[in-house]
């Protein structure tokens, strides 16, 4: 459990961290994305450039979590219950897309979609159960 | 699970952002446990019964569905 006793500014801290990770990630995935984009032929760049886009998104996921880790019992139920909402919501959107494609209605699903809308999903599941809880 | 505090909390004249910080949570956690939205766990719920030097049991009990 999160004591009150931490130090006024490690929320700030917390914050930077994760404002300073988000760009990270959307830097390397821009740079990653544009070169890849250019069709390298050296399968090392192009195998470098992958591993950039993968590992500039670590950084960001680990300062979500150690934002939840910080914070009290309650917010970390309430992170719980988004993330089981946004699975079982992602599941929903990864079926109907598959099966929206087998019935003809949509030609070809990015990867880049579905994790964008997992994203998504679990922006909007945090919001429900937030206010849910509240 | 049922729970007395909002009265205990008012026999303090405390707010709840008041017994949050007491306790190290959230005003919006005080406010669900009252409303029965959430049920603490043990740690927090020791915390509780001891800014009131109280027991557990005197505190939470439970309820017809538990």
Request: hydrophobic fraction near 55%; aromatic fraction near 12%.
């Amino acid at each position: 459990m999160a004591e009150n006793s931490e130090r006024p500014d490690s929320g700030l801290r917390r914050l930077a961290l994760i404002v300073g990770a988000f760009v990270l990630w959307f830097a390397t995935y821009v740079v990653a994305t544009r070169l890849l984009h250019r069709h390298p032929e050296s399968a090392v760049v192009r195998g470098t450039l992958a591993a950039l886009g993968v590992f500039g998104f670590v950084p960001w996921l680990m300062a979500i979590a150690r934002l939840i880790q910080s914070q009290d019992e309650f917010e970390r139920r309430i992170h719980l219950v988004a993330l089981a909402v946004a699975f079982g919501a992602t599941a929903l959107f990864i079926f109907a897309a598959d099966f929206l494609q087998r019935a003809g209605f949509v030609d070809y699903v990015l990867l880049r979609t579905i994790w964008m809308a997992m994203i998504v999903l679990w922006w909007i599941a945090i919001m429900v159960v937030s206010r849910f809880y509240r | 699970m049922k729970n007395r505090l909002r009265v205990l909390r008012a026999e303090e004249n405390w707010t709840q952002a008041e017994l949050g910080m007491r306790v190290g949570v959230s005003r919006q956690a005080i406010h669900a446990i009252e409303t029965g939205k959430y049920d603490p766990g043990l740690p927090l719920g020791m915390k509780i019964a001891r800014v009131f030097q109280r027991r557990v049991e005197e505190i939470f009990e439970l309820g017809d569905n538990d």
